[in-house]
T-cell receptor, first 113, second 112 residues
Framework: GAGVSQSPSNKVTEKGKDVELRCDPISGHTALYWYRQSLGQGLEFLIYFQGNSAPDKSGLPSDRFSAERTGGSVSTLTIQRTQQEDSAVYLC???????????FGPGTRLTVL | GQSLEQPSEVTAVEGAIVQINCTYQTSGFYGLSWYQQHDGGAPTFLSYNALDGLEETGRFSSFLSRSDSYGYLLLQELQMKDSASYFCAVRDPNTGGFKTIFGAGTRLFVKA
């Protein structure tokens, strides 16, 4: 079906507010990944889901970050008490054949004022 | 830990051939992936090498030498639209193999 979608495309928030970022993977893809990319930088791995399970949460930058996936489909990345250093593009990807071939969504650009 | 090194920038002329190198250090190895990202866009998958040798996909080819922990992406008949960042990536075997580590990216500038 359609590619990976993410919403919102842009989010501007004030420091200290909570934000939720949504990812809708390609239908049938069992694996889902979240990355963070600061301007001009590479991709920083945050977390992955195999089905609804996230076996390794060590990539999350702090305990203000959490993620969940329900029904083996949509995933939400939540950042609590946002800080200015959280400003970045948050990318979601999904895969069906393993992590060597990932399909990325357009990203959510988060700006924390 | 796992790490990848690639040049930060490469400049080439339209119509030419350019090679983007990637060296990696991993405690285990599944294969090397390549992604392209245009400014403001999402990364898109280009190629994957699990075994030594050259994989060709149109104007793009990717090479892997596991004994040298080295790979490269070869772009032929360069076009202006190839101006983008190119990332190599490997899987981290210490966390079940699904965590992916990306290089810092090589920014390719194609000149007329």
């Amino acid at each position: 079906g359609a590619g990976v979608s993410q919403s919102p495309s842009n989010k501007v928030t004030e420091k200290g507010k909570d934000v939720e970022l949504r990812c809708d993977p390609i239908s049938g893809h069992t694996a889902l990944y979240w990355y963070r990319q600061s301007l001009g930088q590479g991709l920083e791995f945050l977390i992955y889901f195999q089905g609804n399970s996230a076996p390794d949460k060590s990539g999350l930058p702090s305990d203000r970050f959490s993620a969940e996936r329900t029904g083996g489909s949509v995933s939400t990345l939540t950042i609590q008490r946002t800080q200015q250093e959280d400003s970045a593009v948050y990318l979601c990807a999904s895969s069906s054949l393993g992590p060597d071939t990932q399909y990325f969504g357009p990203g959510t650009r988060l700006t924390v004022l | 830990g796992q790490s990848l090194e690639q040049p930060s920038e490469v400049t080439a002329v339209e119509g030419a051939i350019v090679q983007i190198n990637c060296t990696y250090q991993t405690s285990g190895f599944y294969g090397l992936s390549w992604y392209q990202q245009h400014d403001g866009g999402a990364p898109t998958f280009l190629s994957y090498n699990a075994l030594d040798g050259l994989e060709e996909t149109g104007r793009f080819s990717s090479f892997l030498s596991r004994s040298d922990s080295y790979g490269y992406l070869l772009l032929q008949e360069l076009q202006m639209k190839d101006s983008a960042s190119y990332f190599c990536a490997v899987r981290d075997p210490n966390t079940g193999g699904f965590k992916t580590i990306f290089g810092a990216g090589t920014r390719l500038f194609v000149k007329a």
